[in-house]
């Protein structure tokens, strides 16, 4: 628990617990003074309905900035605030019906009894004649008003203990007075307002009678207004929407909103969130959600750090709120049971109900590692049904401290623990504990068989559990023979003996594995696959179990009811209630994967399916949607392992483990435990200490391969390869994992997305008009062929990512027709509907500056999607009416043409248009861009379009002729402005005549032994990789990156190389060579492993990996025509020595692309130089230089039908200074450029 100075402002009443457990507040008021309200601060100007009509979670009397204009959105119900649209605002919707929160597992805290509600009339403080209308609640805690009875949360929180008077002023109104200022409220009638004094001045007498009552022991330095629970977390937190930050608590069970840290130290809160409902998610690097039924909260901390711990204590609040301490304080109620039977920690929450030890929830982390035959671990607060009486009794009849007396009584003090202990000290001292008996007393039987096995049968019969304990744990068989036929087995005895709390602890050990003290040495702990924690029962429908995919739906009539039972990791279903004997049992060990069906696809509403190791799939079904889901999370409990708990809190589709490879480790498959959530893979893989997340719309690539059943997934040049162990369940997740990637609707979120969360449509249209259809004259208005744009927008639909526009292929005004029926189509549009009447009413603001303020601040409520997408799209635009000298669309023709597209109207009028052209006119001020950043953007579609002019003009075959030729920069010698060259690469050229073009245009003499060539650098990964003198420069520009360039300098090593080569015998090399593999965790790119020494064999065919000289079977191989070498590794990785190769393995099946990377580090130079030789002699069958040695000129002509596909003559993206350069350079000689061609 973090340690905090202040309290939250909640007085707390547990009504779901015994009145008798409430505590009146220990805290005192001071005297009430009064406040001007009119030097208070302003409210928060929310959503509204009308004039003067605000929502939100601050209250109309005081604002978190300084903006006293109302905004107005359109009335909308809550589910428009739901998970889809992303909310970034603590606004609330005006309207609409709020709906019951979904049921969740364990008990619900029942609402504090509310003692009255009404409407009434409020007056602001600002000094405004006008009342307005509030919905008010008075119960224990509180007194609370909100925009309507509809609404959820609150605009403002009053504690009652605050209230420090209640008083008539006037007609009809009454004052409610605090330590801090005063309310003034006004009724319909004076018998409603005496009512409501009446009741307030009842109400909060006593409460301060209470509270001053309290203060006579307490001293004045420890009183605060606050509440006496003390907050798990507090300090300041942004709420995405606002211009200000919120002082947020976590305390208990909920989760408190303060304008700042004086009102809370005050006790003036905006509202409260009961954690019972929500739901805490990561976002971003600094953001999470707090997601409820009614709305989600989108926070924003100060660092990374603070993020984790308030998501650690939201989450812990949850936990909270779904937890019952009733159990808890009956077995707390045994002093020693205060604390852990381990480590000594405070209120431990756990229990092994074998054991009858309580401890705390590290250590019994580490119990559940001893399996659940030596130690059954059972919460204290959730695992409700499994703590009878008669358990509960046997736990306070022990105690730890009479137990550790047993278990316990010879622990040499260097081997204790303390709550501070390390994980790893507690997984040895509890394996020694509970599986070796280390440290327990021996009984004076212990070895005799028969004896223990007699002293049990006698013990049983009274009322000495401990002893029972001692004899069963020093080797007494449980269901050993009593020799009585009545009574056969210990259990019996004690039942027929009414020993009700010895048939308890017995019931709990029939399959005790008792400890094993000729045990020796430390053992590592033996996790089990399931966890076996969970008991559950209750009515079912099934169908007949089948070795095939559901594909039909089947009707109620197909499901029979059965009684189904979850107990010690069998998942047993009866004929009825009454049957001893299962029809069918299914082992927790044989579940492999769990999928929750969606509603309604049955007979049944609520449904889900059960596969098997064995290749069957069992379908259940129920009507009930809280049983539903308490099946499904407890059948998942017994089968995931305790590594992979995390997904459990996750409302997954469906979760199972599967196998799978990754990076480098393609031989030998692991087993990982996934979970899929919506559009979004989580994953606990082997290597993983924390939950990975794959997003997958916005995968690169997502394959299926038949002929091997694995599912490929690429994101960020990391490929995970999923295979599929069993066919019957692999289906169920291939289909799943397409469905989840592609598009689920029309909104734009429901698009695949590029990395910037635009939707890959919209980002592949808009660059093929930029690369080709800027100068095309009418863009965007003149109308393409029908079925080739419906084929078009079909084809994006089906998979966006496996579109690839191209010029030949595809028509300018075909494209640009399919981006406009996007957007018509789009189920929400760019502007949602509740939104879209504040942007059509924004252009009528005669003020420019407050026009484009209110642009922006319109802007920064759009969703995340809507907003990148705009802006792309904006951008786009702009850079259209730029050149409308060439296409005739200037800023109206656009805003005509967008305006009804965008905002989905009839066009009638041009309202719509307005806006987009406003939008376009100040797209600089309303999305802040940076202008030298624009105008390089402008430079450089200048630049495109004036090259592919020059080459229409000049070349004596059609404009696509030249199509395959690039602009490149290349560097001589070093990467600097001086050294730069512009090159023009055709389709054809080679690296020796591009090194030889450079040389003659420096006039650069080449001497003997000079060996000049051309390289590829990469900056980002520090390598570099001499191009052989025949490669084609083409497709390696088309591999660069923005990071990489081509460099033409000596190869200072080159003569060493051909030395080697002339003196070497054998083609193949073998030695040991330090090894590491490209590691990446899903969607992060951080590197892990570490160096490894490794046996290679190279020869004229692959490339062997042995783990060591003498091993027969290599560990990896790869086709050496497949490799490509670079020079030199990354430092961040810290290769043992600086001599180093980083090699790229690719695959060359284009439908199944594959990347690795891996690193070679070598002890020298000279080795490290004779291993780069071996393999450049093996790729080029010995032809490493040519034998004239490039010292001639190479002139080059250019065929009149040469062409490499239809691209564009295009300048390279290269570094912003390049690319300034290379227009700077085409704009002062637009012919230099090509004057040696």
Known sequence: ?????????????????????????????????????????????????????????????????????????????????????????????????????????????????VLKMGWLDKNPPQGSLYYQRRWVKLDVDYLRYFDNDKEVYSKRIIPTAAITGVTNVGEQKFEVVTTNRTFLFRAESDSERNEWVSVLQNFTKGRQEGSREITASVPPSLLTPGSPLTPEQQGYLELRGLRSKLYTVVSGDKVFLYKNVEDYRLGIGITSIDMNVGNVKDTDRRSFDLTTPYRIFSFLADSEQHKEQWVEAMRDAIGEALSNSEVANQIWAEPSNGCCADCGAAKPEWAAINLCVVVCKRCAGEHRGLGPSISKVRSLKMDRKVWTEELIQVFLLLGNERLNGFWAANVPPSEALS????SEDRRLFISSKYRQGKYRKYHPLYGNQRELNNALCINVQCSDVLETLCLVFCGADVNCSTGQADCPSPLSLAHAHNQKLQAEFLSHNLNTELPRSEVAGLMEPQHYSPQHSVTHNGFLFKTASMARPITERKAKEEFSRRWCTLNDGNFSYYESDKTSTPNGVLKSTEIVCLAVNTPERHGYDHTFELYSDSERLYLFGTDDPVSHKEWVKSITKTFILPNAEGLLRLGFDRIGRLRYKDGLNLQSPRVGWFALVGSSLHAYLEDSVEEEEIHLRKLQELSIQQENEVLVLVERGRTLYIEGERKLDFQGWCVSIQRAAGSA????????????????????????????????????????????????????????????????????????NTLKRFFRESGEGLFPIQAAS?????????????????????????????????????????????????????????????????FQTDGKDYTAGRVVEELIEHYTDIFEVDEQQLKRQLDEITAIIKVREKLNLNSSVPASGSAGDFICTVYLEEKKETAEQHVKIPGSMTAAELTCEILDRRKIQVREKDYWSCWEVSQKEETERPLHHLERVLPILHSLGTDSHLLVKKHLAMEAILVYLASKVDVSKHGMVKFREERSILGLGLNTGSFHDRYFILSTVSLRMYKEVRSNRPEREWQVKNLRIYL??????????????????????????????????????????????????????????????VQTRVTRVLPVDTRHGNVALIPLRGSENEMRNSVAAFNTDPLGLFRDV
């Open 1 to 113: 628990m973090r340690r905090v100075p202040q309290p939250p402002p909640e007085i707390r009443s547990d009504s779901g617990d015994s009145s008798d457990d409430y505590q009146e507040p220990d805290q005192v008021y001071p005297k009430p003074q009064r406040v001007n309200m009119a030097d208070r601060d302003v409210f928060l100007p929310v959503p509204g309905s009308g004039k003067g009509r605000y929502s939100s979670l601050c209250s109309d009397d005081e604002l978190l900035d300084d903006d006293n204009e109302p905004i107005s959105i359109r009335n909308s119900s809550w589910q428009d605030y739901g998970l889809s649209t992303l909310q970034e605002s603590v606004y609330l919707p005006v309207t609409g019906r709020v709906l019951a929160p979904p049921p969740r597992d364990g008990p619900s805290p029942e609402p504090c009894p």
């Open 419 to 422: 709550p501070t202990s390390c």
């Open 745 to 816: 609707g029309d909104s734009l979120s429901q698009q695949q997305l590029t990395e910037t969360d635009i939707p890959v449509i919209v980002d592949r249209c808009i660059d093929y008009i930029t690369q080709c259809g800027l100068t095309s004259e009418g863009i965007y208005r003149k109308s393409g062929v029908n079925s080739r744009v419906a084929a078009l927008c079909e084809a994006f639909r089906r998979d966006a990512r496996s579109v690839r526009l191209k010029e030949g292929e595809h028509q300018v005004d075909d494209v640009s």
């Open 838 to 902: 504040a942007w059509l009413s924004t252009p009528v603001v005669p003020d420019e500056s407050m026009k484009i303020s209110q642009y922006q601040l319109l802007l920064s409520r759009l969703p995340r999607v809507n907003k990148a997408t705009l802006r792309a799209l904006v951008n786009h635009l702009y850079c259209v009416q730029r050149f409308a000298e060439l296409n005739q669309m200037n800023l109206h023709n656009l805003a005509i043409v967008f305006g009804p597209t965008l």
């Open 1128 to 1189: 030199g590794i990354k430092k961040k990785l810290r290769p043992p020595t600086c001599w180093g190769l980083t090699v790229i393995y690719e695959s060359e099946k284009q439908e199944k692309p594959e990347r690795q990377q891996w690193y070679l580090c070598c002890d020298t130079q000279t080795e490290m130089r004779e291993w780069f030789s071996t393999f450049l002699t093996i790729q080029y069958d010995g032809n490493v230089w040519p034998a004239d040695a």
